[in-house]
């Protein structure tokens, strides 16, 4: 978990979270996310990012990951079984690349929960959204997938 040194001068506090914040690296992000996953019993799992590698009698062989952009942490959410999400960690002001776009609007679409999470604050943020409010989050979801509905189509169309 993120750490600062405290100060008796609120507005350096503030200063200091922000540069912590800052130097968070995304690996860390996720390292805290996932202990958060396991502790807590969720049913996920890591997308390992890069090339597949495997042997084969010819040798070691490098292939392409078929599903580049897809987010980091999936799962299935403990309070409403069946409801799939998927989460893109980033550091701090990162941006998303356009095949991550791709698939967070694709999985909107279908009716997964998916999001961007840029701390392990932010992705603790969404995890009790989902679960806690996920009434109120469905209806959002539906309206969400229904607007990535359209943009796909429009990317099919265009």
């Known amino acids: 978990m993120t750490k600062y040194k405290k100060s008796l001068f609120p507005h350096d506090d503030a200063k200091a979270e922000k540069k912590a914040l800052l130097q968070v690296p995304e690996a860390q992000i996720?390292?805290?996310?996932c202990s958060y996953l396991a502790a807590l019993g969720y049913l996920w799992w890591r997308m390992p990012i890069g090339p597949i590698v495997r042997s084969s009698a010819k040798g070691t062989i490098?292939?392409?990951n078929a599903l580049k952009g897809f987010p980091d942490l999936a799962?299935?959410?403990k309070s409403h079984p069946g409801l799939f999400w998927a989460c893109e960690l980033k550091r701090h002001?990162?941006?998303t690349t356009e095949a991550q776009d791709g698939w967070k609007s694709r999985l909107l679409a279908s009716g997964a929960y998916a999001f961007v999470a840029h701390s392990f604050q932010e992705f603790l943020e969404k995890i009790m959204e989902m679960e806690l409010g996920a009434e109120s989050a469905r209806y959002k979801r539906l309206a969400q997938r229904d607007l990535a509905l359209l943009a796909l189509r429009d990317q099919e169309v265009g």
């Open 30 to 33: 996720l390292k805290d996310c």
């Open 62 to 64: 490098f292939t392409k």
């Open 75 to 77: 799962g299935i959410s």
């Open 93 to 95: 002001k990162a941006k």
